[in-house]
């Protein structure tokens, strides 16, 4: 049985996997040994598109063997959570409950988390190499099922199993760390035992990390039932991960990614890593030239940099490298739709929003939103060639929410609170909708890296005050739309390096803060935004105080935690100190 790349053998043996596509060996026995093998074979069809080759490889033996029952499922769940379609998330739940009894069958009769102590104390030199393998798929597992419980059903009681079941992954991770600590002088040249210690790694570190950007206020009642995080701590586990030549070695390259990409621009203040993160995809790069998970990321990367042609180029690759997955067009097609966003390239902008609407299920209220945001950035004559009615496109939103553990999704319940203005008997035009939106997804920070985009940004946003200025009837929500236009200049102003001006903009905001009658999520977000402008200025007391203001004095207003996410990062940055303890 041949070793792969990352997976269960060395990194040597990837020359022997690419002739090997066309001759994948039928195994006649299912050790360990052998099924960590094969799930490395089918990791790497997987990084190749070969999706479907991945699952026929691994269903044979998915209620036999852990490994391949994990394998089967998680690519299952990743379709299923991708396309949000419910037979999908039937099929893919219904695979992670056999995977769960598959696994079930390898773990100690007393488990680790049950008798830790007493495997500690008596038993860790014996505890066999399958055991231990069970207990980390197991916890693997039930990150998978906590994942489509909080999809599949939209009531609080499915969101509370979903929780109970990240518990019980959590603390099953935390027994395997004491495990692993403890029977390291006992099997450390074992390649089973590396594996083992990669899945610690990897699960170990993923909890650390993202329970660490959460806000104190959330954090202090999951400390209480148990849970910490440590980000510096969470961040070395996924790193020595990722440096390993463990199968779990690319889920921890690609969660870190994942980190560094997306969840510290959306939650945080946009202080990823890409220098980290281009150099943990460049071998990747290399073996999966045509790989759309690895162009996917590529392309991400060099749209953070600021580099947007290369990310269009890269996006369009990544969508032509594969027809198996749709739903990896759909990701694209939201990255193009922001990517033409950045430049005002409005039409094109459109396009993209428009075959989100028709082909993907995630969020149609969003993708009616940014369709009719984009049109309203355009010329009047340009919106009649696309056969679209703005005003009605809006109208539209409010009936096409979702909701989730019985609750309303917060950027879609602020997408449906701002397309109201066109249910109106008179309807009132938004000013700059699709700017707007670009803030709340954090674009700002991105159209920074290029001074022409930012330029051009601040021309459409002046345009628009004017607009305001010299408006003979102001309607009610005026002075809203002015604070709009303010912090918007302000963030421009800012990225462009005049930083006086950008002040006089925000302060601008707080100084008619009680004249503002609906989007009161202005103030607190002018707040946090003038105190990274206090912080880039050296005046991190200031800093602190203005952001710690928005954070204690203001509450119910849109996008409140999403706000509470990025300000904990903020503070945490500007104190110091790290987030949590392990």
């Known amino acids: 049985m041949a070793h792969v790349g990352n997976g269960a053998g060395s990194l040597d043996d990837e020359d022997q996997f690419e002739d090997a596509f066309d001759r994948i060996p039928v195994a006649s026995k299912m050790d360990l040994k052998t099924s960590l093998e094969e799930c490395a074979i089918a990791l790497n069809l997987v990084l190749n598109n070969k999706f479907s080759e991945a699952l026929d490889l691994l269903k044979p033996w998915a209620r036999e063997s852990m490994y391949h029952a994990l394998g089967y499922s998680s690519i299952l769940v990743m379709q299923a959570a991708m396309t949000f379609e419910h037979k999908d998330i039937q099929a893919a739940m219904g695979t992670i409950k056999e995977a769960l009894q598959t696994c079930q069958r390898f773990r100690k009769r007393n488990t680790v988390v049950e008798s830790i102590s007493s495997l500690v104390s008596k038993q860790a030199d014996s505890l066999r190499e399958e055991e231990m393998h069970a207990e980390i798929c197991y916890a693997e ?143 990747y790069q290399e073996k999966f030239p045509n790989g759309s998970i690895i162009l996917f990321y590529t392309a991400r990367i060099a749209l953070l940099k600021g580099n947007f042609e290369k990310a269009q180029l890269t996006f369009q690759q990544c969508i032509a490298s594969q027809h198996e997955w749709k739903q990896i067009h759909h990701v694209c097609y939201w990255e193009l739709m922001w990517a033409h966003c950045f430049q005002q390239e409005w039409l094109q902008a459109y396009r993209y929003a428009d075959l989100l609407w028709r082909e993907s299920r995630w969020s149609k209220a969003i993708y009616m939103y940014q369709k009719a945001a984009i049109l309203s950035m355009m010329p009047e004559e340009d919106v009649k060639n696309t056969g679209e009615n703005v005003g009605e496109l809006f109208r539209q939103v409010e009936g096409l929410k979702q909701r989730l553990a019985g609750k309303s999704i917060p950027t879609e319940k602020f997408a449906v609170r701002k397309s109201r203005r066109y249910s109106c008997s008179t309807p009132v035009k938004l000013v700059v909708p ?88 202005l103030v607190p977000y002018t707040l946090y935004e003038l105190g990274l402008l206090y912080k880039q200025q050296g005046d991190v007391a200031k800093a602190i105080r203005h952001i710690e203001n928005a954070k204690l004095n203001y509450k119910d207003y849109s996008m409140e935690s999403r706000l509470h996410f990025r300000i904990h990062a903020a503070l945490s940055n500007l104190k110091g100190s790290p987030v949590n303890t392990p």
């Open 141 to 283: 597992c039930l990150l998978q099922k906590a994942t489509l419980t909080f999809v599949q059903d939209e009531n609080m009681i499915s969101f509370i199993k979903g929780g109970i079941k990240v518990r019980t992954s959590y603390q099953i991770y935390k027994e395997c760390q004491h495990v692993l600590n403890m029977t390291q002088y006992v099997a450390s040249n074992s390649d089973a035992f590396h594996q083992f210690e990669g899945g610690v790694k990897l699960g170990i570190g993923s909890f650390n990390l993202m329970l660490s950007l959460l806000p104190a206020r959330i954090l202090r009642l999951l400390e209480f039932i148990g849970f910490s995080g440590n980000r510096d701590f969470g961040l070395s586990q996924l790193r020595e991960g990722a440096a390993s030549h463990s199968l779990r070695s690319i889920l921890c390259v690609l969660t870190l990614l994942l980190y560094h990409t997306y969840v510290t621009l959306i939650l945080g203040a946009g202080e990823g890593d890409l220098v980290e993160a281009e150099a943990l995809l460049e071998p």
């Open 434 to 521: 699709a700017l707007e939106m670009m803030y709340v997804w954090n674009g700002f920070t991105i159209v920074g890296k290029r001074a022409d985009a930012t330029e051009g940004l601040l021309i459409t946003i002046e345009k628009a005050e004017e607009q305001l200025s010299n408006d003979p009837r102001p309607s009610e929500y005026h002075p809203d739309d002015q604070c709009l236009v303010q912090m918007l200049k302000g963030l421009c102003l800012k990225h462009l390096g005049r930083l006086l001006q950008a002040e006089l903009c925000f302060t601008q905001v707080l100084s008619i803060e009680k004249r503002i009658r609906y989007d009161h999520y």
